[in-house]
């Protein structure tokens, strides 16, 4: 094969590349496109039926034998690896689409966006810059308005898409760094750095970033909780102290959707508070932002419109793949601000605000993923996710309830999202033995294949932990688990 050159002359193409380009080419055609969609579309059909185990009885050792080999040195056809991941990877994933997957806060995606990702790895844009994101730079931007406007932002607002939560709150600490410490940039924190204020029950994403801004982790200050979420009087004894004592508070982070319980804090009380003290309020809704998009639960992320910024991650509540989160802000120059870094060679800014996101985002080459979000608010509409993201917590709220109306088990809280914390109990036992049977009968339950749930320790007590990310999962499996999880201790 020979490939023409500009003004006549050609350079002769290596038979073994012109054989390599081929099979990319077949590889790009719609034959070898269909029969990726096969085995995508096989694995949600039979596990979104409920077929088969939830995870894989294989050990990490049998896993690892499994993919031990040298590196291959030559390829093999398309077929023959789809083969192999349907044989070797399908068999060992914990199948987040089958409805008794009530485990971690990962989503069972919604189909129209899994398929999105195909088309974003094939334009492969890079989101930091607009000239390298022609039009998905403007979707992000457009995306960006109807959160913002969603969560009562104001017109100055703005933001950007992120890998997750964690790097929300890392971007909006370091926004509340740059108007606390507007040198820190250059010259570091220096010995007077601030503190930041989160609930105890606040994600390890708060201190980690704490930690990462130099401050250092005994800069975090955590305030007590009450019913799982944070004590405001506390808060406010506490903003009151560290103002006597002089000690500057960078920012107050409060909780919307808490790992463990799906707990909101009054955000409501907080913003005023933090208003009063003129401190940056940073509301990590990783979790429960998504209740913005619900008639019947935005009441719980009230007064959210008094944060200067918020971590939402779709990829939860909105049944996103991983990788799609975000990060809004009231005023987008206070984020601009966060990244004082210049790079002539990318960003093109001649005054006015700047297109590239890369000027407000962490990340320098990055997916276009704000895409899979795009394509699902066409597809289901903002009413199609309201409907699923409320369907979730009516699953977690009759499980609940469910619970309630035995006596084998007990609820340790009433459930304000997808989540609820549990436990199994049996007459006789002290607190101690049943932190041992529920581990011990979490394991074996997930082991067994029939469903998988989490664990969590809760007020010193180690407790049972479902998450409902699945829109699949209805009541039916919500019993079948507790029946499951009955049997399984009648046999510890
Ligand atoms: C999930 C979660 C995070 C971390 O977000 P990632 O997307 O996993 O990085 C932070 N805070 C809360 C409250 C969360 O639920």
């Not at 350079?11 to 099979?23: D, G, K, Q, R, S």
């Not at 690896?81 to 068999?91: G, P």
């Not at 994101?133 to 969560?151: H, N, Y």
Request: charged fraction near 25%; include cysteine.
């Amino acid at each position: 094969m020979r490939w023409p050159r500009a003004g006549g002359s050609s350079i002769p193409t290596e038979p073994a590349f012109a054989a390599l380009l081929a099979e990319l080419e077949a590889d790009a055609g719609e034959a070898a496109g269909a029969a990726v969609a096969a085995l995508v579309a096989g694995y949600l059909a039979e596990a979104g039926r409920g077929e088969g185990p939830v995870s894989s009885p294989a050990t990490a050792e049998e896993l690892a034998a499994r993919f031990a080999e040298a590196v291959p040195l030559d390829g093999r056809p398309l077929a023959d690896v789809l083969a192999r991941l349907d044989r070797d990877l399908l068999s060992g994933v914990n199948r987040l689409a089958h409805p008794m997957y009530m485990g971690h806060q990962v989503s069972a995606p919604l189909a129209a966006s899994i398929w999105t990702e195909a088309l974003k790895a094939a334009v492969n844009n890079s989101a930091a810059v607009r000239e390298m994101s022609p039009a998905g730079t403007a979707v992000e931007r457009q995306v960006i308005r109807w959160m913002c406007d969603l969560a009562g932002l104001g017109t100055a607002a703005g933001g950007t898409f992120t890998s997750g939560g964690t790097e929300a709150t890392f971007t909006a600490l370091l926004a509340a760094r740059a108007r606390a410490l507007p040198d820190a940039w250059e010259h570091g924190v220096g010995d007077a750095a601030p503190v930041v204020l989160a609930g105890e029950h606040a994600h390890y994403a708060v201190t980690r970033a704490v930690a990462e801004l130099g401050l250092g982790m005994r800069r975090a200050v955590a305030v007590p909780s009450r019913d799982h979420r944070m004590d405001a009087a506390a808060l406010a004894a506490r903003l009151g102290e560290l103002r006597r004592d002089g000690v500057p508070v960078m920012a107050v982070v409060a909780t919307a959707g808490s790992t463990a319980t799906g707990s909101f804090d009054d955000l409501e009380t907080i913003g005023r508070l933090c208003e009063a003290h003129d401190v940056w309020l940073h509301v990590d809704g990783a979790h429960g932002a998504s209740a913005l998009v619900s008639e019947r639960h935005r009441h719980r992320v009230r007064g959210i419109e008094r944060a200067r910024s918020i971590a939402w991650d779709p990829h939860k509540l909105l049944l996103m793949p991983l990788g799609t989160g975000m990060l809004l802000v009231r005023d987008e120059a206070e984020l601009d601000r966060a990244f004082a870094q210049r790079a002539p060679y990318l960003f093109h800014g001649s005054g006015g605000r700047v297109l590239d996101q890369g000027v407000r985002s962490f990340l320098c080459s990055r997916p276009v993923d704000v895409l899979k979000l795009w394509v699902a608010l066409q597809r289901y509409g903002l009413r199609g996710l309201a409907a699923a993201h409320d369907h979730l917590c009516d699953i977690a709220h009759d499980l609940w309830t469910a619970i309630a109306a035995r006596d084998d088990f007990e609820a340790m809280h009433e459930p304000e999202s997808n989540i609820l914390c549990f436990r199994w109990r049996r007459p006789g036992l002290d607190d101690a033995a049943l932190d041992e049977l529920n581990r011990r009968l979490r394991e074996t339950y997930n082991r067994s294949g029939t469903g998988w749930i989490t664990t969590t320790v809760l007020d010193g007590r180690r407790v049972l932990r479902v998450t409902i990310m699945n829109p699949r999962t209805q009541a039916a499996h919500t019993r079948a688990l507790l029946d499951g999880l009955a049997a399984e201790a009648g046999r510890l």
